[in-house]
């Protein structure tokens, strides 16, 4: 049986953040510290999305990312997206997405030696947004609350929570990173599609929005 590369990231990034949780240099040598990364320690825009916080941080977004994961592999490699290529596509996206979304807090706290930041949240929320970019009627529910709604109404007030969470400041939530993820997801599938693949995303957006709740199926261009 082939492995998709979702479960690939789930496998290797729970081996790793419980290995980190366990033991704190794990966590010290591949936490997100702008401090360390001007002294040229790059890698830490990546390995950061491999550690979590705790159990519970850890379980949220590999469930999240399990969730939404298989099935953006699978559309990216439709003939209208990417076609063979698709899986390939799919680890840029997540991979671009980890440093993408880290961006706005480096340069925020690049002499800030208190600051850091570990977790894949800013990855999954991109593959999240991906699929949403794809087929906004995808219903989404908010945890604890077992109500479907549209993706891409679940994507506004996602976005809109984020950034007034994110601008009042306090707790331990990097809410910057996931708006920024999900941007980058949004901007990845509009940008490269219309660029390699064979689908209007505008066009379908708009069709896939008034489907009022159904999914359509793709329709590449001729």
């Known amino acids: 049986m082939e492995l998709s590369f979702t479960l ?22 591949l936490i997100f510290y702008p401090p360390a990364i001007q002294r040229r320690q790059y890698y830490r825009f990546i390995t950061h999305g491999f550690i979590h916080a705790d159990y519970f941080h850890l379980a949220f977004n590999m469930i999240a990312l399990w969730s939404f994961g298989e099935s953006v592999e699978t559309i990216f490699s439709s003939d209208c997206i990417f076609g063979a290529s698709g899986k390939y596509y799919y680890l840029l996206l997540y991979f671009l997405a980890l440093i993408f979304a880290s961006l706005p807090d480096y340069f925020r706290h690049r002499n800030n030696y208190h600051f850091r930041s570990l977790g894949a949240s800013g990855a999954v929320s991109a593959v999240i947004f991906a699929a949403i970019a794809i087929f906004p009627q995808v219903p989404i529910r908010f ?38 993820g999900a941007l980058f997801g949004i901007i990845f599938v ?5 660029l390699i693949g064979n689908l209007d995303v505008a066009d379908n957006f708009i069709k896939q929005v008034k489907s009022f709740k159904q999914l359509l199926p793709l329709e590449c261009k001729p």
């Open 8 to 29: 690939i990231i789930v496998i290797i990034t729970c081996l790793v953040s419980i290995g980190g949780l366990s033991n704190y240099k794990i966590m010290d040598d």
């Open 143 to 180: 945890l604890f609350i077992p109500i479907d709604i549209p993706g891409f109404i679940f994507g506004i007030i996602y976005i809109v929570a984020s950034a007034y969470l994110d601008k009042r400041g306090g707790g331990n939530i990097n809410h910057s990173a996931h708006i920024f």
């Open 190 to 194: 509009f940008a490269l599609v219309t």
